[in-house]
């Protein structure tokens, strides 16, 4: 079955310095893969997507991410951290098996950027 | 302006009083998915639909109810609600399975 799991719920960063949240996931087959970032009270806004194109994806903001297959990883880095870059992070794959299709989130990371 | 809208941004009610909580998106998107968030816990998907009539659980169905009448709605019924629905909730809407998910603000749901 699919699943996704980010391996910290909880970063910190100076400004200025590199961000990296980690995401491995779980698929039978060539999944479609997104990040998504949560402002406090806030909804939720896409970083960006993979859906079998090119492995290393760019996104909003200065967020890239790179699908590894052989380590079924899909990592959110960014060269340097903003004040504003400080929120909630999701990883989402995409599951369609027995005939169920879903989203399925990761448990988030929270990001904290320090003066 | 292409969105999902969710009505009421927040609700309180009492313990087995229905709600509805509305969801309509105006881009013609085929999926359409509720998700409660709760601390420490993600996103955890109630139920989804691929399209007009055809709704399916997700991961936490219990103690809710969907219907998908028309393309553009998909309501979240809670018939008898409980304290342990007490939880941030929100549609999601993509053209296809595979496609981003586009959310609503949210529905912040306090059930005493």
């Known amino acids: 079955a699919q699943s996704v799991t980010q391996l910290d719920s909880h970063v910190s960063v100076s400004e200025g310095t590199p961000v990296l949240l980690r995401c491995n996931y779980s698929?039978?087959?060539?999944?479609?893969l997104f990040w998504y970032v949560q402002h406090p009270n806030k909804g939720l806004q896409l970083l960006l997507k993979?859906?079998?194109?090119?492995?290393l994806v760019k996104g909003i903001n200065g967020f890239e991410a790179e699908f590894k297959k052989s380590e079924t990883s899909f990592h959110l880095t960014k060269p340097s951290a903003h004040m504003s870059d400080a929120a909630e992070y999701f990883c989402?794959?995409?599951?369609?098996?027995?005939?169920?299709?879903?989203?399925?989130f990761g448990t988030g990371t929270r990001l904290k950027v320090l003066a | 302006e292409a969105q999902v809208t969710q009505n009421p941004r927040y609700l309180i009610t009492v313990t087995g009083k229905k709600l509805t909580v509305t969801c309509s998106q105006n881009?013609?998107?085929?999926?359409m998915s509720w998700y409660r968030q709760d601390p420490g816990l993600g996103l955890r998907q109630i139920y989804y639909?691929?399209?007009?009539?055809?709704?399916d659980k997700g991961d936490v169905p219990e103690g809710y109810k969907v219907s998908r009448k028309e393309k553009r709605n998909f309501p979240l019924i809670l018939e008898s609600p409980s304290p342990n629905q007490t939880s941030l909730y929100f549609c999601?809407?993509?053209?296809?399975?595979?496609?981003?998910?586009?959310f609503g603000n949210g529905t912040r749901l306090t059930v005493t």
């Open positions: 639909s691929m399209n007009v009539e055809v709704t």
């Open positions: 989402v794959v995409t599951a369609t098996t027995s005939g169920t299709y879903k989203y399925i």
């Open positions: 993979y859906t079998s194109a090119a492995t």
């Open positions: 999601a809407s993509s053209l296809i399975l595979n496609s981003p998910l586009h």
């Open positions: 881009m013609n998107h085929e999926y």
């Open positions: 698929s039978s087959y060539s999944p479609s």
